[in-house]
């Protein structure tokens, strides 16, 4: 697929709409997604480079790929299903910082809503628990 990163996209409300169904039909087709979230500037700006997708893969699903294989190549799908650029991201491993931004998206598939609950409420509680010594170490160090 031709690497359009690089572009800003503007779409109409309709086609937004559709990119939002269309996403949600191709994680349906994939079982070791237990929940995802669309996030980043698509859901929140008029003007978007990509489609950001977290995604939350059943750890009771054996033989899973690494997650930057997987990453790559459900992002792949995506960008051929959408025929726009997605940006996809395995939640189970990411750093706090990303996992709190992405449970403030919008929630586009959950296969048990309590795992997504528990998730998003142990996301919240680290960050808010980390939040206060991540300002103080910041200040820190600017004021080298």
Request: hydrophobic letters at 45%; a negative charge.
């Amino acid at each position: 697929m031709t690497n359009r990163r690089g572009r800003t996209h503007t779409i109409s409300a309709q086609v937004r709409e559709w990119a939002v169904d269309e996403l949600k039909r191709a994680l349906a087709l994939h079982p070791e997604v237990a929940f995802a979230y669309l996030h980043g500037s698509f859901v929140s700006e008029p003007v978007f480079r990509d489609l950001d997708v977290a995604v939350y893969l059943d750890p009771e699903v054996p033989d899973r790929k690494p997650p930057w294989q997987y990453e790559s190549e459900l992002g792949s799908e995506l960008e051929a299903a959408l025929r726009m650029p997605v940006d996809v991201r395995v939640l189970n491993c990411a750093a706090l910082s990303f996992r709190y931004q992405a449970v403030k998206g919008h929630l586009l598939a959950a296969r048990e809503a309590d795992l997504v609950d528990e998730f998003r409420a142990r996301t919240w509680d680290d960050y808010f628990d980390f939040a206060p010594f991540a300002r103080r170490y910041l200040r820190e160090v600017l004021s080298e």
